[in-house]
């Protein structure tokens, strides 16, 4: 529950279930109680670092961790300049430079590294590529206008739709109201039976109903007209249960690898025999990524070990 408090006033989740944090540009949290009172005379700071804050700036944390949303709003920040697309270079490793630029940057301004001469390297970023920057964000991409386009062809296929059965359900009210305006009539100037008439009416009542239900229900579309799936739909789209008389639906097979010489030793052999002290121990940062040093030792045993089954 820690993590979910306001660091001004202390208030966690637990105290209060409805307590609702907000987050600013600089990644720090406050409930907004404290929002509230931070900007009483109009102008406040964040009282963890400092900096000058903007009530507008504040929004609600959607993630736990408020460095993640940190992260998202500096990442959006960033690339509405650095919005140069693949075409906009010369070739494949110029824009693959041009990402890890990128990177680089939203991760200096999110560890607050060198923030100084970062934000100079921005300014003359958007300096020297203000046409670029301009055109880039006037201009859409490709995925973007071609779906633009399926979404055009698709609003006027379900307003083309929407129209006609409008119409159709426009021609029924008028036909029953007629047949309505006819029974009246013939009731009132028609020397036959009363009952009679009724009668004949109620069939021709029965058929405009029998019409009615044959008119097609709208149903909100799920695809595109070329049969692309809709990303966003009201189902989660889970795969079903599988039953047991179909088997397991995927069985592991462990890789089976002949490296023509010596067994190369396990992880845990060599932790226990020390083989582990002879390499670099992973940073935080590493080992956040998923990697470990252990990993590096036992790929060097093996490389090692591999064809020395073979002679010279």
Known sequence: MDEQACPRCKTTKYRNPSLKLMVNVCGHTLCESCVDLLFLKGSGSCPECRIPLRRNNFRVQLFDDPTIE???????????????????????????????????????????????????????????????ILRNKSKLSKTEYELEELLDIEKQVEESRRQELKEIEVELKKKKQREKEALIDELMFSYEDASKIINNFAEQAEKIREEEKKVPEVKKPTQFSTG????RTDGQGFLSVPKEEEGLIYVYKPLKFDNYGPTPPAQSEIERNGFIKHIRAETPVERAGGYKSIISCQRVLQEAMQGLFFGS
């Open 70 to 132: 940190k992260d998202i709003n500096i990442r959006k920040r960033i690339l509405r300049d650095y919005n140069k697309k693949e075409e906009d270079f010369n070739s494949l490793e110029e824009y693959n430079n041009y990402l890890e630029e990128i990177e680089e940057i939203i991760y200096n301004l999110c560890n607050d590294i060198d923030i100084v001469n970062t934000n100079k390297r921005i300014e003359q970023y958007k300096k020297e590529n203000r046409e670029v």
């Open 228 to 231: 692309i799936q809709f990303t």
